[in-house]
């Protein structure tokens, strides 16, 4: 029996329904956009996103306003709340106290899933981190020290000295389990364990202090292990301090012959001999060569007497 133009096979959708059913939707929890289109309700007034962008007390920008609505914030927050403000969240499961980015890597649960659940849903951090990560790849059996749970819960386990994505990446190359799970690595410092840090009165994750400064974590971090300084004397020895204003100095890489008086020197590459130095006031605008005066023409003399002409007599 032939099928009429374009039906669907039965078999085909059976199979693509069966699909989808097996796939979840991973965009639960994270983001809903909706709740940032069309009119949005603040102060009495509703107007659109741009325009509540543009509203003078708009204190962040168009897209960081559109992220907080989608993540579910309060309108009214949402536009008059500084950047820089937001509280740093912290929390403690397992006698283990991080931020909630340092939890995020710890479990291998996305940062604005664990937020969402907790902001949105209303969840506690517990309730948050037992509905576990959006695909499967960190929900699989692990068995060690005589108990088998998913291995993200190894990852915030009390016992563990690496992430998640550490211990999945051990056992995948065929580390005993409990040994992946409380080796330390080899340099955490290139972790990112998300261990808040104190510095002019604010408490923050090291990534959180490289985005306020304008200076890679990297450098932060090897600045503190390399000299044994502290958080607060590392950025100072980089050249930044919460009262000093962003623009007045910028991070450059330079070769030797580029360095300039008064260049704080942040690292330097010894195979590459590129070096990354704060510079103060860059004018990134090329020097204006001063116009030349136009050469003038020597005047023309004015022409002299004409001799007489002739007679056609003569």
Not at 159 to 179: D, E, L, V
Request: glycine fraction near 8%.
């Amino acid at each position: 029996m032939t099928r009429p133009p374009n039906t669907p096979n039965p078999e085909t959708a059976a199979a693509s329904a069966t699909a989808a059913a097996r796939t979840p939707d991973t965009r639960i929890g994270r983001y809903d956009w909706e709740k940032a289109r069309g009119p949005i309700a603040a102060f009495g007034e509703s107007k659109s996103l741009g325009a509540w962008a543009n509203d003078p007390r708009c204190q962040v920008k168009k897209e960081a306003l559109r992220t907080r609505l989608a993540l579910g914030w309060d309108p009214e927050e949402a536009v008059t709340k500084p950047k820089h403000e937001l509280p740093t969240l912290q929390f403690t499961f397992g006698e283990k106290t991080l931020t909630l980015r340092g939890w995020a890597e710890q479990s291998g649960i996305k940062y604005h899933t664990l937020y969402g659940r907790i902001h949105t849903q209303g969840l506690s951090f517990e309730e948050a981190l037992a509905k576990g990560p959006d695909g499967e790849h960190f929900m699989v059996p692990v068995t060690a020290f005589g108990e088998t749970k998913p291995l993200y819960r190894w990852g915030v386990d009390p016992r563990a000295n690496a992430s998640t994505s550490t211990i999945r990446k051990r056992i995948k190359a065929g580390w005993n389990p409990q040994i992946a799970i409380t080796e330390e690595p080899e340099n955490r410092s290139t972790l990112g364990t998300g261990q808040p840090y104190s510095a002019w009165g604010q408490r923050m994750s090291l990534p959180d202090w490289g985005r306020l400064s304008g200076i890679p974590e990297e450098v932060i971090r090897g600045r503190m292990h390399g000299h044994e300084l502290t958080l607060e004397a590392a950025l100072q020895s980089l050249g930044w301090t919460p009262e000093a204003p962003a623009t007045a100095t910028s991070l450059l890489t330079v070769q030797v012959h580029q360095l300039q008086p008064g260049d704080l020197i942040v690292s330097a590459e010894a195979s590459s001999g590129e070096i990354t130095v704060r510079r103060h006031h860059v004018d990134t605008h090329p020097p204006r060569h001063a116009s030349r005066p136009m050469a003038q023409k020597p005047a023309t003399p004015p022409p002299g007497p004409q001799p007489a002409r002739r007679s056609a007599g003569r």
